[in-house]
């Protein structure tokens, strides 16, 4: 295993138990709102710390970016190549509700590129891994995404737009033409997990609009390397930028990439 897949598992795992602990006494909780609907509790910002340090103990020349801190330079103070990419806890407003969908994201970039990949469920200890050109795993077993042929025998991940309520009406269009295209959809709350859904082929696509890098990077290189293919709106690869993603199995993400793009407005098709 790549040394730097093994402190990121080291990390999330640390993280991980910090959730856990932390969801048997939900009452005590004390819940802080960054924005409307966008949560921020005491146990995100102590994961955070805990993966930050893991991290950078192994790793002091490597830039972070996360959700609760945002960017951090590299702590040896040289430029950084490497970026570690993270979400202490994707899924917050399920963790809130005492909902077991959540995990811990941390992906590792060099440049654009996504090299290694850990989403981390704590509730059910499923560990997803993925080094760029070495395959995706669940909990050490080779996974990859579902050989389901036809959008209408799919089964469909999304999130429902809930801060950014702008393109809500496009939204319900495309999400209403997937009911009825499609074998069904789910909103479980945790992009990361949705997307390790792909990868492991409990769903056989997903789309969201609006996310941020730390609730897909990992999950992107997972489904890259467990067979599927992502892209963003235009079916370019700039998601990441975008915050708009579409992925799914090779069968199935053409068919639901075109249902998007033709019920989109220009304005969100030129962005990507
Ligand atoms: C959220 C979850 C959710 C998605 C949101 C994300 P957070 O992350 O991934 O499924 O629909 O867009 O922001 O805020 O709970 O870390
Ligand atoms: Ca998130």
Redesign the pocket.
């Known amino acids: 295993m790549h040394p730097a897949l093994n402190i990121a598992i080291k990390a999330a795992r640390r993280a991980g138990q910090i959730i856990n602990r932390a969801s048997n006494d939900l009452d005590s909780l004390k819940v802080a709102s960054k924005q409307p609907n ?1 949560f921020v509790t005491e146990v995100d910002r102590t994961a955070e710390a805990a993966i930050i340090e893991t991290l950078q103990e192994a790793y002091p020349h490597y830039a972070i970016l996360a ?1 609760e801190t945002g960017h951090t330079a590299a702590r040896s103070g040289q430029e950084a190549e490497y970026q570690w990419i993270i ?1 202490p ?5 399920n963790f809130i509700h005492g909902m077991p969908q ?1 995990a811990i994201s941390i992906a590792l970039a060099k440049g654009n590129v996504i090299e290694q990949a850990v989403v981390y469920d704590p509730n059910r200890n499923e560990l997803f891994t993925a080094t760029k050109g070495a395959g995706a795993f669940l909990n050490e077993r080779r996974i990859r995404v579902s050989r389901r042929l036809k959008l209408g025998e799919a089964l469909i991940g999304t ?2 737009p ?1 801060r950014e309520l702008g393109h809500l009406d496009t939204y319900l269009a495309i999400f209403r033409e997937l009911v009825e295209k499609t074998a069904g959809q789910r909103r479980p ?4 997990l ?1 997307l390790a859904y792909v990868a492991c082929g409990r769903y056989d696509g997903f789309w ?1 609009f ?3 890098p730390w ?1 897909m990077a990992a999950g992107a290189l997972l489904i890259s390397e467990a067979g599927g293919l992502v892209s963003d709106l235009r079916g370019d690869a700039n998601y990441l930028d975008t915050g708009n993603i579409v992925a799914g199995t090779p069968k199935v993400f053409a068919p639901m990439l075109k249902l998007i793009q033709d019920r989109l407005p220009e304005s969100l098709l030129n962005r990507g």
């Open positions: 966008d959700e979400d806890l994707d899924g917050t407003t959540y999130g429902f809930y709350g945790a992009a990361s949705d969201e609006g996310l941020s609730d």
